[in-house]
């Protein structure tokens, strides 16, 4: 038996976001920076893009292997859109460039605003029982976490307090990087991703 319930909405754009791997051909074609190592646009930490009021959040960003990280980030997007929409400006903070450092593949966002807790998504290279993740400008470590069963296919998510932020300076580039006692694990995972081209 076929139940029809159909009903109609009317809209000027519809997108779909449909499997993992980020799809922006809208993104090009409005002029947004892509990301070589996420293939989605890169942020600041409003998860505004390069062209200013257009947001970016979820799989269109880098690939989730949760949805509720998804919720979480698009959640996030919301409110700063909402801002954004409000005050026309979300710039208003001191930001400072963020960069993925060793056994990292990507960091979102692509900067991050000094005393303002933040909260961050990074890809691991590695495979580690036990690794840290530590926040550097350049010899200060201005955090760090301890860090049990880092796997590639697991997204790391940690939040960088605003008491953590407050030690960063001005036009220092943060870099976030991941340490572990295996020294062997980066190379064999690496070269892991470039056979497979990832």
Avoid at 76 to 84: D, F, L, S
Avoid at 112 to 128: L, P, T
């Amino acid at each position: 038996m076929l139940i029809s319930n159909k009903f109609h909405i009317e809209c000027d754009t519809l997108l779909l976001s449909v499997g993992l791997i980020p799809e922006n051909e809208l993104s090009r074609k409005a002029g947004v920076a892509i990301s070589p190592n996420t293939n989605g646009p890169i942020v600041d930490y409003h998860l505004q893009t390069s062209v200013p009021g257009i947001f970016a959040c979820g799989n269109v960003l880098h690939v989730h292997d949760l949805v509720d990280y998804v919720s979480e980030e698009s959640e996030n997007c919301g409110k700063n859109v909402i801002t954004y929409l409000r005050e026309n400006d979300t710039s208003t903070l001191l930001s400072v460039d963020v960069q993925a450092g060793a056994n990292l593949r990507y960091v979102i966002p692509n900067n991050c605003a000094v005393h303002k807790k933040q909260h961050f998504y990074m890809r691991a290279m590695i495979i580690a029982d036990i690794a840290e993740l530590e926040v550097r400008q350049n010899e200060t470590v201005v955090c760090s976490r301890k860090l049990f069963h880092v796997r590639p296919a697991e997204m790391i998510s940690f939040d960088l307090t605003d008491k953590e932020s407050a030690k960063m300076v001005e036009n220092v580039p943060v870099e976030i990087r991941l340490t572990t006692p295996n020294p062997h694990s980066r190379a064999s995972v690496q070269a892991s991703f470039e056979r497979r081209g990832a």
